[in-house]
């Protein structure tokens, strides 16, 4: 993974010292909350509903087991004793305070770690496939290219006021699993018909209060020119994107109203005074930071079935089956630690399972995990051998639930517990859903299906692109749930179609199971709830979710770390 060289160390603490007078500044009274808002921002600091939230740059998902071991430290010392992980592939601590993050950030850095632009209106987290390097469809490693992105982006003086925050996510495989169609920019590596390597460009997805899908606007960019055509994209932005209208104010927006023919020729336009600038890429270039991402020392080892070696044994056999994942080299597995135990809030983790994370990746996976948007984490090189002793030890620590993919997979926002823009909870619905739904037998025969729960209409829970979504609104002061169904993400992105009129929260397990009902009755064999929502339509699903009065069940999980 990257190491910082001396000019990272020296911008990351001289940014630190610049905050920690900032913040004495504003506890002395010299600023006020106003003037120091966009300063903390800038830090990765929110105020949230009971204290201050800081949330952490995990750049492309990858951790070393030494920084995820900073984690567990922050969450003892400077939290309540966890951490959240996001769609973004980052971290956040909701319990901070004001005068303790200068300390949390200089500790950040000596693990070679940041809060830079983890909010404020300028280029976010580079985000990708948590499993870059090792997934047996990857095309190329796409970390690499994060990486020069990260590099090039962070502190640009050009970008670094925008009309609105900006996301960027690229996939190296056949298989997308970074949701580029719902980024400002998505790239995904393709090779054109000579067999060289570049990028299909999307420009203007996006989720919150009008959801698109992004557009082509490049079939083939060469990968010399990643930078100076990202570049060109962000100028035309900068320059027509609107500022008199936050919710008008990112790309999508602007590619809609332009239309992506235009937009794509004043991109073009722009980029022919780019394209062979200083920011074109070269050879010489990307071999030096792929070196930072060369494969560890894997062994010579034969595949294993350890299926066939502990075949009498149901919830191992139920582990491997949604939690292990094909590696490209023989005789080893990609294995996903869920963060979905019923009864704990979707990415939540104890700084206790934190450490032993971090211990696992040490003792079975070269020193290395991921974190996914999905909000689990991924230990990518793990020996076949080694799979039933890991199992045992992280199913004693609460991370080896085998739902990765199914119904208590839930991605969840911090939603109205926490987040001061939420209209309604988010965690105590997933915790109901939960508990209703909590038997694996069931979950397996349901088979594959996204549950996605925002707060708020900037759906930090992706549930425009869930299988089934679910949106917090108010309604009159009161918190009530909006549902969508035949939504997705990857190769075939969709976004989410309402169901009808909106449910109060001791109804959604109700909602959930007559939903699920209609897909066992309705679906074709081996198809799974997305599909079947998607060739029937709203209407069947509708009308037996709104046919007779939905009784309220019991909400579980509130204020599950008060």
Known sequence: MYRYDQYDHLIVRERIAQYRSQVERRINDELTEAEFLPLRLQNGLYMQRHAYMLRIAVPYGLLSSSQMRMFGHIARKYDRGYGHFTTRQNIQF????????????LDLASVEM????TSGNCIRNITSDEYAGVAADEIIDPRPYAEVLRQWSTFHPEFAALPRKFKVAINGAVEDRAAIAVHDIGLTVVRNGDGEIGFKVMVGG??????????????FLPWRHMLTYIEAVMRVYNSYGRRDNKYKARIKILLKAMGAEEFTRQ????????????STLTEDEMARVAAYFAPPAY??????????????NKAFGNWLTRNVKPHKVPGYAIVLLSLKKTGVPPGDATATQIDFVADLADRYSFGELRVTHEQNLVLADVKQSALFALWQEAKAHGLATPNIGLLTDIICCPGGDFCSLANAKSIPIAAAIAERFDDIDYQHDIGEIELNISGCIN???????????VLGVDKDGSEWYQVSIGGAQGNNAAIGKIIGPSFSALQMPEVIDRLLQVYVRERHEDER?????????????????????IKAGELVGEDHYA
């Open 529 to 549: 709830f997305v599909d079947t929502a998607q060739r029937l339509g709203v209407a069947p699903f509708k009308e037996h979710v709104y046919a007779t009065p």
């Open 459 to 469: 759906a930090c829970g992706h549930h425009h692109v869930g299988s089934i979504g």
């Open 206 to 219: 996006g989720m919150g209060r009008t959801p698109i899908l992004g557009s082509v606007v490049r079939d």
């Open 267 to 278: 991109v073009e336009e722009e980029w022919l005074d780019l394209k062979d600038s200083a």
């Open 94 to 105: 909701n319990w901070i305070e004001l005068e303790q993050t200068p300390d949390i950030l």
């Open 299 to 312: 062994e010579t080892l034969p595949d294993i079935d350890a299926r066939a070696e502990h075949a009498d």
């Open 114 to 117: 940041h809060a830079i632009q």
